[in-house]
């Protein structure tokens, strides 16, 4: 059980195009999921929190703008880089946790390359 | 975010030893940690977890310490073996504070064979 996916795996696209990265919960719902970023070598920083039927909560020091973030279900999260720029292209991980829990499920994560 | 920082970035062990990741945190309210192994181009997985409440906790093969004094969590692995070669990461949660992990740095283990 907790299986988290995310949609698609990889992704390279053209600078100044936005991509959507999708994270499902496959068999829980998750009122609230989490979406990373990870660059090389280097740690998970976390980006924003997104509650379901609400607005996303983002670190600080990252655009909303830029990072369009919709929780419209229980299973679904999406992400979406806007206006992609090459310093974009990194490792991005979401994690869901259902209600009432502390641990998060973390999905396979989305290579994203701008070139 | 908490500044969550792991001793040491890398760390090789021979098979069959056993092997200690340590992480420093910075945030005395945090109440709950949690392990991850994360494998080349994969998410994080779960390894092991701990509660402030408790100084130790044990799973199959691991055992994950926590010294509140100090603020230090470390995680042992018993018979290292070539697929626990990964980077391991602790998180720390806050009291309170919503949901939101932080994560340290990340040791990244080898297990020469």
């Known amino acids: 059980g907790a299986v988290v996916s995310q949609h698609p795996s990889r992704v390279i696209c053209k600078s100044g195009t936005s991509v959507k990265i999708e994270c499902r919960s496959l068999?829980?719902?998750?009122?609230?999921m989490f979406w990373y970023r990870q660059f090389p070598k280097q740690s998970l920083m976390l980006m924003a929190t997104?509650?379901?039927?609400?607005?996303?909560?983002?670190e600080q020091g990252v655009e909303k703008d830029k990072f369009l973030i919709n929780h419209a279900s229980l299973t679904l999260s999406t992400l979406t880089v806007t206006s992609a720029h090459p310093e974009d292209s990194s490792f991005y991980i979401c994690?869901?946790?259902?209600?009432?829990?502390?641990?998060?499920?973390f999905g396979p994560g989305t290579r994203l390359t701008v070139l | 975010g908490e500044s969550v920082g792991l001793h040491l970035p890398t760390l090789s062990v021979q098979e069959g030893d056993n092997s200690i990741i340590n992480c420093a945190y910075s945030?005395?309210?945090?109440?709950?940690f949690i392990w991850y192994k994360q494998e080349s181009g994969k998410g994080p997985q779960f390894i092991i977890d701990?509660?402030?409440?408790?100084d130790k906790r044990q799973g199959q093969r691991v055992t994950v310490l926590l010294n509140k004094t100090v603020k230090h969590l470390s995680l042992q692995i018993a018979a290292t073996q070539p697929g626990d070669s990964a980077v391991y990461f602790c998180?720390?949660?806050?009291?309170?504070?919503?949901?939101?992990?932080?994560f340290g740095t990340g040791t990244s283990l080898t297990v020469i064979p």
């Open positions: 994690s869901a946790r259902d209600w009432g829990g502390h641990e998060q499920f």
């Open positions: 998180a720390e949660k806050e009291k309170d504070t919503g949901n939101q992990f932080y």
């Open positions: 945030n005395s309210a945090s109440d709950y």
């Open positions: 701990i509660r402030s409440n408790m």
């Open positions: 997104s509650n379901e039927g609400s607005k996303a909560t983002y």
């Open positions: 068999d829980f719902q998750a009122t609230t």
